[in-house]
């Protein structure tokens, strides 16, 4: 849904943001942490694990921009969401939309 890409970033912002303000049973830093550096590895494996997502299956493409994405980021984990949201308005800035 390229046409929604904007959009779907601005709701990951809103909800990690929501999320981790919430959170009481561990400190904030520590879990955006450990979310921040497993989300490009679950990303990852929805594109070459066992149950990757049908709406990219055959779309060569979009699969690797989201290889593109991950792989830097499981290579060099970064600490907090805005950070993956960066890492995702730039690889759609350099690359174009998801097609």
Known sequence: MPQHASVLLQSFDALSLAYFESIRFEPRGQMEARAASLLPALALARIDGKS?????????????QVRDLARPLIRRPVNAMPAISLAWRKALASAGPLR
Not at 55 to 61: A, C, I, P
């Open 52 to 64: 990757p997502v049908e709406y990219l299956v055959g779309r060569s493409t979009a699969q690797d």
